[in-house]
Nanobody, 123 residues
Framework: VQLQASGGGLVQAGGSLRLSCSASGRTVGSYVMAWFRQAPGKEREFVATFTWTGTTYYDDSVKGRFTISRDDTKNAVSLQMNTMKPEDTAVYYC??????????????????WGQGTLVTVSS
């Protein structure tokens, strides 16, 4: 599956931004989709994903502020980010992996990646 992320930009602390990840090749429902992020000088880290039952799963740092959702009609996955903080500044990546019976939160568990979109939160 080929992934294309978009929607990044500059936002003030407390503001909102919505990222989108479009998939081509196969439907997003055929995969486990996730969002990761990588801040300058840091390792890529997990943000949000869906479990094999379709429920959502978040890193504690974004729980209650970020929402991952899937739009099968657009074959896309989105990440709505609210109440943003300067520490949310990073390049955000969408990723895909085969459906599995565990929650995958490590980058090495995903084999398809979008190109990344930069999100900057000013204080």
């Amino acid at each position: 599956v080929q992934l294309q992320a978009s929607g990044g930009g500059l936002v003030q602390a407390g503001g909102s931004l919505r990222l989108s990840c479009s998939a081509s090749g196969r439907t997003v429902g055929s995969y486990v989709m996730a969002w990761f992020r990588q801040a300058p000088g840091k390792e890529r880290e997990f943000v949000a994903t869906f479990t094999w039952t379709g429920t959502t799963y978040y890193d504690d740092s974004v729980k209650g502020r970020f929402t991952i959702s899937r739009d099968d009609t657009k074959n896309a996955v989105s990440l709505q980010m609210n109440t943003m903080k300067p520490e949310d500044t990073a390049v955000y990546y969408c990723a895909a992996r085969p459906i599995s019976s565990f929650v995958a939160t490590h980058p090495a568990q995903y084999d398809s990646w979008g190109q990344g979109t930069l999100v900057t939160v000013s204080s």
